[in-house]
């Protein structure tokens, strides 16, 4: 059942309730005060009707010391007939038995039962479909005490009771359908945000994950489409990052397949032919190469990768370096390429770091350029301490990287000039390892290359103030040793 | 004799080809640039037979050096390390013949090379092998002009020999290419048949065992 129908359906049962006994109190109510005012007349007239009869009893000549009974039914027809308003009475004698009846009194006598002397009573009864109040006192006349009963009719107040149930029932309903119609706008008013909230879901389970509810009242049902907006747009960011990790991971296998083929091709082919031809010693010794180097690439790229997995992994060992002995380190291993021309220039500094990894990734950017340059082409290392960091920069000479291509040259197995790199051995993967090396770090690489001038790739580590760091890392360590003594 | 167009970037791969279809008798040129193949082809119109041809290619990539071919009706064959089938359908619907994913067997490269010049009618249609001449059309077999009756399964198996002339052929490769079956090490049945046709032919010296591999046929051209 609908949120919506259900609320409709409580409402309607609760207002039908509640209008049916606040009816039928407020309509008995009423009848019972009309009906009380008819008693209380009644009894007014049954007081003013016996002190007429005692009045005319006694105005009436006596004989034989007492009051006849034809007396009686003469004063009593008197009394009937002298208002005009058609009274109904009955007198009876003593022993109970009737004197006088109007027309058409023909009540039982059970009333009688209950009245005696000083004793008034009445009661209401129902004769031939109409109401009456019926009453009853005693009369003392001369020396007799006769019975008075008197009939006042109340229909009228009974049937304006049935009248006031009909109306009320009628205005109920009236009530009731008017509600319906009203509560049922109020009601889908109400549930508007759960309805957008459910069709944002449905959108969103269908995969339309950039879909948002709209916020339509600032209630609580307000807040929740906000949070589920929110939550979508966090989940949407999730969905995004998590379907480019996956394009980024199908791009690298898709070029890992295809870098792992092309030498395999070679390896295979050349093999094939050197286990089913006889070859002459020049073609022998070609295939055999061809084998070996190719061989070797499948080397270097294994090697590459296993860097990159394993710097991934993030298992570097950080520690205070002063990039002196990075930047002697470089020197000592460029030193023997005598084929272009090194200078260094750099700061002193201290840097936090993982020495070794630093190291791989200057030796491959200036193994970078070193490939992109000529003969005795000028590379140029240096370091720069500035604003608390320090800056590594290669420049080369070279050739250049074309613009379109610079965002790209940090991919896996991506090559600017393929062939080129590949007869210098390449695998496409410095690049991509130097970025993973430097993400380790919090750092990243910056490329700037024109091409036909050349290209500088630099990056930056944070400088640390070696004494200060070094006092609050053995602060650090005193306590967590502490805690672990404790 | 057939002129092939071998375009792959990879110089190992270019001479792999070379020495294999050179040795089954074909000319080859080699280029391992896109834009370069289009200058060579452009140069040379109607002198390329056939043209192997990669997708990664620096200079203009094997897409484009299609696109360029296709108008000049010159047979292409593509060999990629591309495997997926999005790739595969991607190259046939531009328009090449065949499509060969790296890394490849010779003996596969040379039978897709064959298979696509008899399509374009462009092979020899008599296979010499001595003083064995092989009608590949009428099915017919001659040795020093007399005819010679061959089975259907001989005639293919004969046809796989003179078509790698010299070559060691492996059994597994034999059985699979003449019985298109999978080869389950049964070799009783690929014997008897070479050593049908070794009495047919006389070839007794000609289709040698060679150890642990399977036949060879030696002819000196």
């Known amino acids: 059942m609908k949120f919506s129908f259900k609320l409709l359906l409580w409402t309607m049962i609760v207002m039908a309730i509640s209008l049916g006994f606040s009816?039928?109190?407020?309509?008995?109510?009423?009848?019972?005060?009309?009906?009380?005012?008819?008693?209380?007349?009644?009894?007014?007239?049954?007081?003013?009707?016996?002190?007429?009869?005692?009045?005319?009893?006694?105005?009436?000549?006596?004989?034989?010391?007492?009051?006849?009974?034809?007396?009686?039914?003469?004063?009593?027809?008197?009394?009937?007939?002298?208002?005009?308003?058609?009274?109904?009475?009955?007198?009876?004698?003593?022993?109970?038995?009737?004197?006088?009846?109007?027309?058409?009194?023909?009540?039982?006598?059970?009333?009688?039962?209950?009245?005696?002397?000083?004793?008034?009573?009445?009661?209401?009864?129902?004769?031939?479909?109409?109401?009456?109040?019926?009453?009853?006192?005693?009369?003392?006349?001369?020396?007799?005490?006769?019975?008075?009963?008197?009939?006042?009719?109340?229909?009228?107040?009974?049937?304006?009771?049935?009248?006031?149930?009909?109306?009320?029932?009628?205005?109920?309903?009236?009530?009731?359908?008017?509600?319906?119609?009203?509560?049922?706008?109020?009601?889908?008013?109400?549930?508007?945000?759960?309805?957008?909230?459910?069709?944002?879901?449905r959108r969103m389970e269908a995969g339309d994950y950039s879909y948002r509810a709209k916020k339509v009242s600032d209630d609580e049902l307000g807040q929740l489409t906000r949070d589920f907006n929110r939550m979508a747009a966090a989940l949407e960011d999730n969905i995004n990052m998590l379907e480019e990790e996956i394009q980024a991971r199908e791009d690298f296998v898709g070029a890992f397949a295809h870098e792992l083929k092309t030498p395999l091709t070679s390896i295979i082919g050349y093999a094939d032919m050197l286990r089913s031809r006889k070859l002459d010693e020049e073609k022998s010794i070609m295939s055999a190469n061809y084998i070996f180097t190719e061989g070797k690439r499948l080397e270097t790229m294994s090697l590459r990768l296993l860097d990159i997995i394993v710097t991934r992994r993030g298992e570097a060992k950080f520690q205070y370096t002063a990039v002196g002995s990075i930047f002697e380190y470089i020197r000592d291993t460029f030193s023997e390429k005598g084929n272009f021309r090194f200078e260094y220039n750099y700061d002193d500094g201290v840097v936090w770091a993982e020495a070794d990894l630093i190291k791989t990734v200057l030796v491959n950017l200036i193994d970078n350029a070193c490939k992109a340059s000529e003969q005795d082409g000028l590379i140029e290392v240096s370091g720069q301490a500035n604003d608390g960091y320090y800056y590594f920069t290669v420049r080369d000479h070279g050739e250049g990287i074309p613009y379109e291509e610079q965002a790209k040259i940090t991919q896996a197995f991506y090559m600017v000039d393929k062939s080129r790199s590949r007869s210098r051995n390449g695998a496409g993967l410095g690049l991509a390892l130097c970025a993973e090396i430097l993400s380790l770090h919090e750092s990243a690489l910056e490329i700037d290359s024109e091409p036909g001038v050349g290209t500088s790739m630099s990056f930056a580590l944070t400088l640390t103030d070696e004494r200060k760091e070094a006092q609050e890392y053995e602060e650090d360590k005193e306590v967590k040793e502490g805690e672990t003594d404790n | 004799m057939i002129k092939i167009l071998i375009v792959d970037d990879e110089k190992p791969i270019c001479d792999l080809i070379d020495l294999n279809l050179s040795a089954a008798g074909y000319e080859c040129t080699s280029v391992q640039d896109g834009m370069k193949a289009i200058e060579l082809i452009d140069k040379e119109k109607d002198e390329f037979d056939l043209i192997l041809l990669d997708i990664m290619l620096p200079g203009a990539d094997g897409y484009d050096v299609m696109d360029y071919i296709r108008p000049l009706g010159i047979p292409v064959i593509f060999i990629t390390a591309k495997h997926e089938v999005k790739d595969r359908v991607k190259g046939l619907k531009l328009g090449a013949d065949d499509y060969l994913v790296k890394p490849f067997e010779i003996v596969e490269l040379i039978a897709r090379v064959e298979a696509v010049l008899r399509r374009y009618n462009k092979t020899e249609k008599l296979l010499r092998a001595g003083d064995v001449v092989i009608d590949v059309e009428a099915r017919r077999v001659t040795k020093a002009g007399k005819p010679i009756v061959l089975t259907n399964k001989e005639f293919r198996l004969l046809r796989l020999f003179v078509e790698n002339k010299n070559v060691a052929l492996f059994r597994e490769k034999l059985y699979e290419k003449v019985w298109e079956e999978e080869y389950f090490g049964d070799s009783r049945t690929l014997d008897l048949h070479v050593q049908r046709l070794r009495r047919k032919l006389g070839w007794e010296q000609n289709l040698v065992a060679v150890y642990k591999v399977g036949y060879r046929l030696e002819v000196t051209e």
């Open chain 1, 23 to 201: 009816g039928f109190y407020f309509v008995n109510y009423v009848f019972e005060t009309s009906l009380e005012r008819e008693i209380g007349q009644a009894a007014d007239e049954n007081s003013i009707l016996r002190f007429a009869f005692e009045t005319a009893a006694l105005n009436v000549p006596v004989k034989y010391g007492m009051l006849q009974d034809d007396t009686v039914e003469q004063v009593a027809s008197n009394l009937e007939g002298a208002q005009d308003v058609g009274r109904l009475l009955r007198i009876s004698d003593e022993e109970k038995n009737i004197l006088y009846a109007s027309d058409g009194f023909e009540a039982d006598e059970a009333l009688l039962a209950q009245t005696g002397e000083s004793i008034k009573a009445y009661r209401v009864i129902n004769m031939d479909g109409k109401y009456y109040i019926n009453t009853g006192s005693t009369v003392n006349a001369l020396d007799r005490m006769l019975y008075l009963e008197t009939l006042k009719d109340v229909s009228e107040v009974f049937s304006e009771r049935t009248t006031g149930f009909k109306v009320y029932r009628r205005m109920t309903i009236l009530m009731l359908v008017v509600g319906v119609v009203i509560m049922h706008i109020i009601s889908s008013w109400l549930t508007k945000p759960i309805k957008l909230l459910t069709k944002a879901t």
